[in-house]
C-alpha cells in the first residue's frame, strides 16, 4: 500500500478492510431514525461508515456484518437489497 499524500483524508473500507483515499469510496449513513442511507454528498447527518464499490466489497461487509457493527444497526436482506440498488454506479477511470 502506497503512503500517497499526506494531507489526503484516507478511510477505511468496512468491506475489505484496505484504507483509501475517502473520495475513493462510497458513505453510507446510519440517520438518527435508524434508517441506513447511502450519502452521494458526504454531508449528511449522522454516523458514517465507507465502503469500495467494488460489488466484493459490498458481499464482504454482509456476509461479515462489517457495516451493521460499523453503524450499530441490524440490516435485513430488504435493507440490503435497498443498499445495493441504491448506490452510485461509478465508471473506471482512464489512466
Known amino acids: 500500500m502506497s503512503q500517497g499524500d499526506p494531507n489526503l483524508p484516507t478511510r477505511?473500507?468496512?468491506?475489505?478492510?484496505?484504507?483509501?483515499?475517502?473520495?475513493?469510496?462510497?458513505?453510507?449513513v446510519r440517520t438518527p431514525d435508524a434508517a441506513v442511507v447511502v450519502d452521494p454528498s458526504g454531508k449528511l447527518n449522522g454516523r458514517g461508515a465507507y465502503?469500495?464499490?467494488?460489488?466484493?466489497?459490498?458481499?464482504?461487509?454482509?456476509?461479515?456484518?462489517?457495516?451493521?457493527?460499523?453503524l450499530t444497526v441490524?440490516?435485513?436482506?430488504?435493507?440490503w437489497q435497498n443498499l445495493i440498488a441504491s448506490r452510485p454506479i461509478t465508471r473506471p477511470t482512464a489512466s
Open 12 to 28: 477505511t473500507c468496512v468491506g475489505c478492510r484496505v484504507a483509501r483515499p475517502k473520495r475513493e469510496l462510497i458513505r453510507l
Open 74 to 79: 441490524r440490516l435485513d436482506a430488504a435493507a
Open 51 to 70: 465502503l469500495c464499490p467494488d460489488d466484493a466489497c459490498w458481499i464482504k461487509a454482509e456476509r461479515r456484518r462489517g457495516l451493521e457493527r460499523a
